[in-house]
């Protein structure tokens, strides 16, 4: 069992930057692959980005490659999304996700979720 708490949303304005973390519980954090997906106000949740269990390969949405960094500590139990030239399309409730399978982006690969950070973007 993991549990999952995510924090750091916040309201910006464009062009801002946020850093969400994500603190897990449990001892083996390093064996699941963690993930970001979000969910904007009345659209699907979809994926963000996702982290391997050794931090060594890392999947970006389009929108937000270049922009967005995943990363992980795992002697924290932690995983981080830092997010560089928000934009208003990003405002969402951003969640993390962990996956015991090795899913990367498919969110029925993932196990464990969170209950959500809010990022605004104002323009």
């Known amino acids: 069992q993991v549990q999952l708490t995510e924090s750091g949303g916040e309201s910006v304005q464009a062009g801002g930057s946020l850093r969400l973390s994500c603190a897990a519980s449990?001892?083996?954090?390093?064996?699941?692959?963690m993930g970001w997906f979000r969910q904007a106000p009345e659209k699907e949740r979809e994926f963000v980005a996702t982290?391997?269990?050794?931090?060594?390969?890392?999947y970006y949405r389009s929108s937000v490659n270049g922009r967005f960094t995943i990363s992980r500590d795992n002697a924290k139990n932690t995983v981080y999304l830092q997010m560089n030239n928000l934009r208003p399309e990003d405002t969402a409730v951003y969640y993390c996700?962990?996956?015991?399978?090795?899913?990367?982006?498919?969110?029925?690969?993932?196990?464990?979720w969170g209950h959500g950070t809010t990022v605004t973007v104002s323009s």
């Open positions: 996700a962990a996956s015991s399978w090795g899913a990367t982006m498919e969110m029925d690969g993932f196990d464990y």
């Open positions: 982290i391997s269990g050794s931090g060594s390969d890392t």
């Open positions: 449990g001892r083996t954090f390093s064996r699941y692959n």
